[in-house]
């Protein structure tokens, strides 16, 4: 089993930014698949925040648009989630999850997903 590595994450106020960073020290090349990043919230399924297609063009769900920033080194093997403008409805753990294939779509589930991060947890509050 091929398991990602993140890091990132902390506890903000509102307005403030973070970057959450997802790679693995294994031969699994990132760039070759589609990457993920979902949000868990305390309760609550996994939602997608916005996923790279392996050409390394990103797509985002609403409330992430604009605010969320997806971005990739490929020499480095890693991907990154830059979270900007934080609000406290952005709180939970952020995983990122790579697919099999090479294209992802905002209405994906997790068991679409075959390797997975650790989680980073992200807490915005005033």
């Known amino acids: 089993q091929v398991q990602l590595v993140e890091s990132g994450g902390g506890s903000v106020q509102p307005g403030e930014s973070l970057t959450l960073s997802c790679g693995t020290s294994s031969g699994f090349r990132l760039a070759n698949y589609a990457l993920a990043w979902f949000r868990q919230a305390p309760g609550k399924e996994h939602d997608m925040v916005g996923c790279?297609?392996?050409?390394?063009?990103?797509i985002y769900v609403d409330h992430a648009r604009g605010r969320f920033t997806i971005s990739r080194d490929v020499s480095k093997n890693k991907n990154d989630l830059q979270l900007n403008d934080l609000k406290i409805e952005d709180s939970g753990v952020y995983y990122c999850a790579a697919a099999l294939g090479p294209r992802c779509y905002l209405h994906d589930k997790p068991d679409q997903y075959y390797y997975w991060g650790q989680g980073a947890q992200v807490t915005v509050s005033s």
């Open positions: 790279m297609h392996n050409s390394g063009s990103a």
